[in-house]
Nanobody, 117 residues
Framework: QVQLVESGGGLVQPGGSLRLSCAASEIMFSIYVMRWYRQAPGKQRDWVASITYGGSTNYADSVKGRFTISRDDDKNTVYLQMSSLKPEDTAVYYC???????????WGQGTQVTVSS
């Protein structure tokens, strides 16, 4: 059974940093495009960042220059390094894996990030 398990969320002060992790199991991780999404209370789920199996990255304008997505295919894990955090970054962050050949998509259960003083 495919599982994506996020970790690393928590409470952080504005200007602080956090690193989220998403560990995948039961998939051929290296061929999947990995993405992070987030959903604030009462809002839709928004795309945050992507990394292809070749290592190409893309970011939403709202996080560009502050967040960095990376992946370790040996560990079947994708990361989201978040810096200069703002209160508006507060959300549940979700990991997403997509096989572009089969269009199969998997989601993690989410991890809460709260930015507050």
């Amino acid at each position: 059974q495919v599982q994506l398990v996020e970790s690393g969320g928590g409470l952080v002060q504005p200007g602080g940093s956090l690193r989220l992790s998403c560990a995948a199991s039961e998939i051929m991780f290296s061929i999947y495009v990995m993405r992070w999404y987030r959903q604030a209370p009462g809002k839709q789920r928004d795309w945050v960042a992507s990394i292809t199996y070749g290592g190409s990255t893309n970011y939403a304008d709202s996080v560009k220059g502050r967040f960095t997505i990376s992946r370790d295919d040996d560990k079947n894990t994708v990361y989201l390094q978040m810096s200069s955090l703002k209160p508006e970054d507060t959300a549940v962050y979700y990991c997403n894996a997509e096989n572009l050949g089969t269009f199969q998509v998997y989601w993690g259960q989410g991890t809460q990030v709260t930015v507050s003083s």
